[in-house]
């Protein structure tokens, strides 16, 4: 990632959902304009999202912390982390709230010949306004690596002495107005070493040194509750976790709550398929949907959009449990399923 790549994402407008066709509409279209339609049905479901008031809490949470660390005085500031399952949905969820805050703390900045936002912090000088900073760390990332990431993200230059790099990056920071920097894949943080003491003493530098121009550092990772960087005194006294949810069905509410997700992904999406009735997803599969996906919203959008596809290729326009089993998951997903398939007869002999 680096700051155009960036810079366009957070710009760049979403796929346009296609019209909705009808089955007579669908039947009268030639090979050519079908494969047209599929290719414009995919591209919009790629970007199938669902917001829950769980979700909408941590995003909250995360802008209301971004702005204490902003207003109080230089120094450490308080850190978020979001961990949850691997491929669940949380680099989703914050690139999303991070693309929000990008854009409206870009919005009044001036634009250079590129199109992307500046600043001038001198009579004459001209900088590149980067409010959001966007990495992912490699596996087995120590130090240099870190500090490597961020100044790559800048375009400048990553080779040095370790000291000389933190340097830069704090100086980078600065000359860029960055307010909050995200680290995405933070369990490759190389923490289980002789050196691991120094990895886990720069993540804290690093926010203490962004903490005096008042930005804020927020770390995404996946199964982090009780790793070195949560478990470190003096990062979890400014520590504010947040683990992504999973949704269960053990009762009566939160059976009530599941149904609530599938209606409202379904209401999004039963225009496209003209052939089902009200409450294919929320009514007559939500039992199967949630144990293909275990609760979870990331496997959940997959497994919708990729049934809704399948649905539409062969023509028959509504989601059928034959088109959920052709949907391949994460090798994680698909192990979960079949370890509580295997259970339930378990269960149920006792």
């Given at each position: 990632?680096?700051?155009?790549?960036?810079?366009?994402?957070?710009?760049?407008?979403?796929?346009?959902?296609?019209?909705?066709?009808?089955?007579?509409?669908?039947?009268?279209?030639?090979?050519?304009?079908?494969?047209?339609?599929?290719?414009?049905?995919?591209?919009?479901?790629?970007?199938?999202?669902?917001?829950?008031?769980?979700?909408?809490?941590?995003?909250?949470?995360?802008?209301?912390?971004?702005?204490?660390?902003?207003?109080?005085?230089?120094?450490?500031?308080?850190?978020?982390?979001?961990?949850?399952?691997?491929?669940?949905?949380?680099?989703?969820?914050?690139?999303?709230?991070?693309?929000?805050?990008?854009r409206?703390?870009?919005?009044?900045?001036?634009?250079?010949?590129?199109?992307r936002?500046?600043?001038?912090?001198?009579?004459?000088?001209?900088?590149?306004?980067?409010?959001?900073?966007?990495?992912?760390?490699?596996?087995?990332?120590?130090?240099?690596?870190?500090?490597?990431?961020?100044?790559?993200?800048?375009?400048?230059?990553?080779?040095?002495?370790?000291?000389?790099?933190?340097?830069?990056?704090?100086?980078?920071?600065?000359?860029?107005?960055?307010?909050?920097?995200?680290?995405?894949?933070?369990?490759?943080?190389?923490?289980?070493?002789?050196?691991g003491?120094?990895?886990?003493?720069?993540?804290?530098?690093?926010?203490?040194?962004?903490?005096?121009i008042?930005?804020?550092?927020?770390?995404?990772?996946?199964?982090?509750?009780?790793?070195?960087?949560?478990?470190?005194?003096?990062?979890?006294?400014?520590?504010?976790?947040?683990?992504?949810?999973?949704?269960?069905?053990?009762?009566?509410?939160?059976?009530?709550?599941?149904?609530?997700?599938?209606?409202?992904?379904?209401?999004?999406?039963l225009?496209?398929?003209p052939?089902?009735?009200?409450?294919?997803?929320?009514?007559?599969?939500?039992?199967?949907?949630?144990?293909?996906?275990?609760?979870?919203?990331?496997?959940?959008?997959?497994?919708?959009?990729?049934?809704?596809?399948?649905?539409?290729?062969?023509?028959?326009?509504?989601?059928e449990?034959?088109?959920?089993?052709?949907?391949?998951?994460?090798?994680?997903?698909?192990l979960?399923?079949?370890?509580?398939?295997?259970s339930?007869?378990?269960?149920?002999?006792?």
């Open positions: 990632m680096d700051a155009r790549i960036w810079h366009n994402y957070c710009t760049a407008p979403p796929p346009p959902e296609p019209p909705p066709l009808s089955v007579k509409q669908w039947n009268q279209l030639s090979d050519g304009e079908r494969a047209r339609h599929i290719e414009q049905l995919a591209s919009w479901l790629g970007h199938l999202y669902v917001q829950t008031p769980e979700l909408t809490g941590i995003t909250d949470a995360m802008t209301a912390m971004v702005g204490t660390n902003t207003q109080s005085p230089p120094g450490a500031k308080d850190i978020g982390l979001l961990t949850g399952k691997n491929t669940v949905g949380k680099s989703t969820l914050m690139k999303k709230w991070a693309k929000r805050n990008y409206d703390w870009t919005r009044s900045a001036e634009l250079d010949r590129r199109g936002p500046v600043w001038y912090p001198t009579l004459g000088t001209e900088a590149d306004l980067n409010p959001v900073v966007w990495i992912n760390l490699p596996p087995g990332a120590m130090i240099k690596e870190v500090d490597a990431e961020i100044l790559e993200f800048f375009g400048l230059p990553a080779e040095g002495v370790r000291r000389k790099l933190t340097n830069s990056v704090v100086r980078a920071a600065e000359q860029h107005r960055v307010r909050v920097l995200v680290v995405d894949d933070t369990q490759f943080l190389k923490t289980n070493w002789k050196g003491r120094d990895v886990l003493d720069h993540v804290k530098h690093i926010n203490t040194e962004l903490g005096e008042g930005a804020s550092v927020i770390l995404i990772g996946a199964d982090l509750e009780n790793s070195d960087l949560v478990t470190d005194p003096q990062i979890a006294g400014r520590l504010k976790m947040f683990r992504f949810p999973r949704y269960t069905i053990d009762d009566l509410d939160e059976q009530r709550v599941w149904q609530q997700i599938l209606r409202d992904i379904e209401n999004t999406l225009a496209h398929l052939a089902a009735e009200p409450g294919v997803l929320f009514l007559k599969l939500a039992g199967e949907l949630w144990h293909r996906t275990q609760g979870f919203l990331g496997d959940l959008t997959k497994l919708i959009s990729g049934a809704t596809l399948a649905a539409t290729l062969d023509g028959s326009h509504t989601i449990l034959r088109h959920l089993n052709a949907v391949a998951l994460s090798k994680r997903a698909e979960e399923h079949n370890a509580q398939a295997q339930a007869p378990q269960r149920r002999a006792r």
